[in-house]
């Protein structure tokens, strides 16, 4: 038996292997690729997911695994999502304190977690999708590397003792920050202030990964007024600028460094996250004084006042008067008419621009040193900076609305410095640019010489609408590079493919990049000398719209429908990559694209491409873009126009669009004529028919529409018209039932009109339309012809009676009723009209006859108003199937409808004026009407049943309704629960009529309530124990809503009882090996028998044989007559 299982299996194996091969994998397990670089202590998230899966919605089970670098041959079990005892001892204990986990996220994926990283977590990770299906189908498993590294990011600040500022003074702090990690990582710096009374730290400004500076919220105004700056100095320090304080900067302050690793499917990840030590800061809110005037008297002093270049340059300013620390002054540094510096009444400083740039390299400082004292520091000095300095204050007052107002100016003596050059050999010479086409790429090259130490160089722009020089890119002397906020978003790149050689690249420029470039270098020696020199060229922007034009044109702008149309679109100037888009307008509406031509050749169609085509011809001066209707139709005509884009700075640059270019499309000459139609007289009330026949057509494949007009008081009115479909479009609402059209061969069109009356007297018109079908499928009307004809008619006199039997009609609550109203004789016709009102006369109230409803003989219905009879009215429904039938049905009957109806039935006919006049009136038999309750019909199967089953099955006792009283009908069903030594019977579970289930067994018991069906419920014991033996039932409520009552209870049924008997294990072994012997005996039984019939039959045989061998007759086998197999006549 092992060897044939252990064929199958091989048989099996070597099946799925033949379908893995020449199948194509149909599951598919991934992990994030690695390796994945982790610091030691810091968590790791592994995402594994699964695809194929035949059930995609059914939670799919993984596992983890993982092998060390130091034993890579041997496996290690993490975690399972489906066995809590899947993994090794060595992880268990991390597993059990959640400190290995696994996270789903979905019915196909999990994420894999580690809270905190071991050395010994280094190695390779396999995830395995378990397999719940019948064969293998892809791959289940995927592996992914973990290196595990040291934490070496360092983060510290250079002030942690606190400190306390007035409102309006500078803070600057430094962040020190670095990694020595050997793997490629990024670092971002933040500084955050976390206020007192706040749970969370919000960020005053911060750098990321990608050397982007972002404000906090709350910062953004300062920051874009230059007060906040974070920059960085060398390979570590991050300098934190606060140029003014305020009270709600108040809090402790502290940076964030964050160390990120680019992960191999390119995401960034942080990998460690420090922060330095806080520092606290106070900021004492500046006292308002009384303004006064006292005597101001300003000095200026310069040290030294003769240096040389690359010294430093020390302006101070000292100011003179009473009560000078309870008072705001604004002061400033001129140099000759020129302002370098300006220091505001609440310590902030500003900058002239043409010294913004040395002011960013720490050339420029000022900065108030005392209330009396402000200083100006130029360093390194250059010779222009020599010449008079003049020192500027203004006293400030503080309004009641904490606004600034500026007093009289106070100028200081002028102060001469002087400057004496070094001997400085450095040179610039600046490449002359040429203009440049808008979007395209400007370079400019600036070549330096007689270098002698490391260079910085920053490119500088001033364009018409500029009175100065801004900064476009700077390259520091570490080699870092700063790109001016202006230009942040653009393509822009400083390049230095020399030691000596800087190139500008500027991607996709604009007009308002024209204007003059400046390559402004500066030498920094090793004593702090500092050597600046600069160049500028002219650059000029052409305008693409001065380059290119548009036009459109066309060989034939007037087609007849179906003809071909060709339209040339014209595109002249450089050859660029376009976008060129087609469209079509209509009228007065909008332009309709057509179609839209990308660079790379790809067509993006918005209108059916079908019937257009597409063609581009290239010549020398111009690329021409033809566009080619096939098939014209009247949707083709319209203003065509093509527009043409150029792609500048990601935005499609729309050119001046082409000329439009009218198209008109004709119809076809139209050969439609309908034949004359003669005059007819007819009597009133007989059937009429007027025939309007086509005897020419323009083409076989026409369509046909048609309406038939009648002339009455001067005016024509439209009767009835047919579509091209033969479809009824329009018609009279009070003519439908008479009025009717065919149409028959020709074609033929008959207008029929039944029961003639008065009133259809009269001028007859037929107008026939002609439609064709265009190329795209769609018709349109190609001429209409009209042929009238006169029609008269002559009148007979009334009679009406109603059906006099009395009714009697019961009803259940809740039904509809129905009564009927005939009229057994009368006039009949298309100007006869009946009218009826139904009346009601109560059983039991007041009502004697109080009018229902009124239909009147215009179709009008109404309800007479009656506070009474309201609640009846609104369940009224009016019908007439028949002309002299009126039916009144009763939605939703109630008991207090019960009582007597009639009706009463008004003839009206139109006279020869069209006139109603009532001609007669008669009233129908009484309907008495008797509404009852609803009996009670509940019925359940009340026999009485055993049951006997073991622990090992489920035990369902079944409860169904045979029969109920109504449609309407809900059900609350209890079972009951007997046990065999006790009388009193326990309700175990209730389901209430509204589905509310109460299980009210009390003990541990499984339980499972199933409702199938309407009428059948059942409960079922799960695995039940002896202990659940006894006797079962189930009681049955019956509940129906009562019209004017509410739900209420109709009825209440038993069923029979179940008595259960639930066997132990081995009271069902016993029975199990009882039946097992008995069908052992009936085996043999049946096989004596068996062997007895075929002794019987031998024996039979036997004497057979003996008894046929006198005879000489012939013998039925082969051999003693041979079978004759020539054929006969007959044959």
């Known amino acids: 038996m092992s060897f044939v299982l252990s064929l199958w299996r091989a048989g099996v194996f070597l099946c799925l292997g033949q379908l893995l091969y020449c199948g194509e994998a149909r599951v598919k397990t991934e992990v994030q690729a690695g390796p994945l670089y982790r610091v030691l202590g810091s968590p790791l998230y592994i995402t594994c997911s699964v695809s194929g899966f035949r059930s995609e919605n059914t939670d799919k089970h993984f596992e983890f695994r993982m092998t060390k670098p130091s034993n890579p041959n041997f496996e290690i079990q993490i975690i399972s999502s489906n066995d809590d005892t899947f993994g090794y001892s060595s992880h268990q204990r991390r597993v059990r304190k959640n400190e290995i986990a696994l996270k789903r996220l979905s019915p196909n994926s999990v994420r894999f977690e580690i809270k905190s990283l071991l050395k010994a977590d280094e190695g390779e990770y396999e995830c395995t999708a378990v397999n719940l299906e019948d064969a293998y189908d892809g791959e289940y498993s995927d592996k992914t590397v973990v290196k595990v590294i040291e934490d070496s990011l360092s983060v510290s600040s250079s002030a942690s003792t606190p400190l306390s500022l007035n409102e309006g003074e500078a803070l600057t702090l430094t962040c020190l920050a670095s990694s020595s990690t050997s793997q490629h990582t990024h670092l971002s710096v933040a500084w955050y202030l976390h206020k007192d009374g706040q749970e969370d730290a919000q960020p005053i400004i911060s750098l990321n990964r990608d050397f982007t500076l972002s404000p906090g919220q709350g910062f953004e105004r300062r920051y874009q007024a230059g007060l906040i700056r974070l920059d960085k100095w060398g390979e570590a320090a991050y300098n934190l600028q606060m140029a003014e304080v305020e009270p709600s900067d108040q809090g402790r302050i502290y940076c964030q460094a964050q160390e990120w690793i680019q992960d191999p499917d390119g995401s960034w990840y942080i990998i460690i996250q420090k922060n330095a030590e806080e520092m606290t800061l106070t900021v004492k809110a500046t006292e308002v004084v009384e303004p006064s005037s006292p005597s101001l008297a300003v000095e200026i002093s310069a040290q030294p006042a003769a240096l040389q270049e690359g010294q430093e340059l020390l302006l101070s300013c000292d100011i003179n008067t009473e009560d000078v620390e309870k008072r705001f002054f604004s002061v400033a540094w001129l140099k000759g008419s020129v302002e370098l510096a300006r220091i505001g009444p609440t310590g902030v400083l500003t900058v002239a621009p043409e010294y913004s740039v040395r002011q960013k390299n720490g050339e420029l400082r000022a900065a108030r040193t005392g209330n009396r004292n402000y200083r100006l520091i130029l360093k390194p000095v250059r010779t222009e900076d020599q010449g008079e300095y003049i020192c500027t204050v203004w006293p400030q007052e503080r309004g009641q609305d904490d606004a600034f107002i500026e007093g009289e100016a106070k100028d200081s003596s002028p102060q001469r410095v002087s400057v004496s050059a070094t001997e400085n050999r450095l040179s610039i010479k600046m490449q002359q640019a040429e203009n440049v086409t808008e979007g395209g790429g400007l370079h400019l090259s600036c070549k330096v010489d007689g270098v002698q130490a490391q260079l910085s160089v920053t490119w500088q722009l ?68 500092t050597h600046s020199q600069a160049q500028t060229t002219t650059v000029t922007v052409i305008s693409i719209d001065t380059l290119m034009g548009v036009s459109l044109i066309s060989r034939k702008n007037q087609v007849t429908v179906g003809e071909k149309l060709e339209l040339m679109c014209r595109v002249r100037g450089p050859r660029m990559p376009v976008t060129v888009t087609w469209s079509m307008q209509r009228e007065a509406k909008t332009p309709d694209t057509i179609l839209t031509l990308s660079p790379n050749g790809t067509i993006s169609w918005s209108a059916d491409q079908n019937h257009y085509q597409l063609r581009v011809e290239s010549r020398k001066t111009e690329v021409i873009y033809y566009l080619l209707v096939i098939g014209t139709s009247h949707r083709e005509g319209g203003n065509y126009q093509c527009n043409v884009s150029v792609l500048l700075k990601n935005v499609h640059k729309e050119l001046r669009a082409s000329n439009q270019l009218a198209v008109i499309v004709n119809n076809p000459v139209s050969r439609l004529d309908v034949s004359p139609i003669p005059a007819l007289t007819r009597n009133m009330n007989t059937d009429i028919t007027i025939t309007c026949s086509i005897v020419k057509k323009t083409s076989e494949s ?411 007759g012939p013998s039925l086998w082969g051999e003693s007559m041979p079978m004759n197999t020539s054929r006969s006549g007959d044959d």
């Open 462 to 529: 001033k364009s018409a609408r500029m009175a100065s020089f801004t900064e476009i890119i700077s390259i520091s002397q570490e080699g870092v590079t700063e790109i001016a906020e202006e230009f942040v978003s653009r393509k822009v790149r400083v390049m230095r493919p020399a030691t000596h050689n800087f190139t500008l690249e500027l991607d996709e420029v604009t007009l308002s990049d024209s204007g003059v470039y400046q390559c402004a270098v500066s030498e920094h020696k090793p004593n702090g000398k």
């Open 702 to 1112: 026409s369509l046909y529409s048609i309406t038939w007009l009648h002339e009455e008081n001067a005016g024509n009115k439209t009767i009835v018209s047919l579509d091209r479909n033969s479809i009824v479009t329009e018609s009279q609402a009070d003519l439908s039932q008479r009025i009717s059209m065919r149409r028959s061969k020709g074609p033929t069109f008959e207008l029929t009109i039944r029961q003639a009356r008065i009133s259809d007297k009269g001028s007859y018109t037929c107008k026939v339309g002609e439609w064709l079908q265009d190329p795209r499928g769609e018709w349109y009307l190609l001429s209409t012809v009209s042929k009238s004809t006169v029609l008269t008619i002559t009148e007979p006199a009334p009679n009406l009676r109603l059906d006099k039997k009395e009714q009697q009609l019961t009803a259940k609550e809740g039904e509809e009723v129905e009564l009927n109203c005939n009229i057994t004789s009368g006039a009949s016709g298309s100007s006869v009209f009946y009218g009826v009102i139904w009346h009601y006369a109560a059983h039991s109230s007041s009502l004697k006859n109080a009018s229902l409803v009124e239909l009147d003989h215009t179709g009008l219905v109404s309800y007479p108003d009656n506070k009474d009879i309201r609640g009846l009215q609104e369940r009224l429904r009016l019908s007439r199937p028949t002309q002299k039938s009126f039916y009144l049905s009763i939605q939703k009957a109630h008991e207090e409808d019960s009582g007597t109806y009639w009706c009463q039935v008004d003839q009206h006919q139109l006279d020869h004026e069209a006139h109603w006049q009532l001609k007669a009136s008669d009233s129908g038999g009484a309907i008495k009407l008797s509404v009852k309750v609803t009996e009670n019909n509940l019925s359940i199967p009340k026999e009485e049943a055993e049951m006997n089953t073991s622990r090992n099955q489920d035990l369902t006792i079944p409860c169904n309704i045979n029969k109920q009283s109504s449609h309407e009908s809900k059900f609350q069903v209890t079972w009951f629960w007997q046990k065999e030594i006790e009388t009193k019977q326990r309700p175990i579970f209730t389901v209430y009529r509204n589905s509310t289930l109460q299980d009210r067994f009390g003990e541990n018991v499984r339980l499972k309530y199933d409702h199938p069906d309407p009428s059948q419920f059942s409960l079922t014991f799960l695995n039940p124990g002896p202990e659940n033996s006894g006797l079962y039932f189930c009681e049955v409520e019956e509940w129906l809503p009562s019209l004017s009552r509410g739900w209420r209870k109709v009825a209440v049924e038993k069923s029979g009882h179940f008595n259960v008997s639930v066997l132990t294990e081995g009271d069902a072994n016993a029975d199990s090996e009882c039946n097992t012997r008995t069908y052992i005996i009936i085996a043999i039984v049946i096989l004596i028998v068996l062997v007895l019939v075929l002794l019987l039959l031998v024996v039979t045989m036997c004497r057979s044989k003996g008894s046929l061998g006198n005879k000489s």
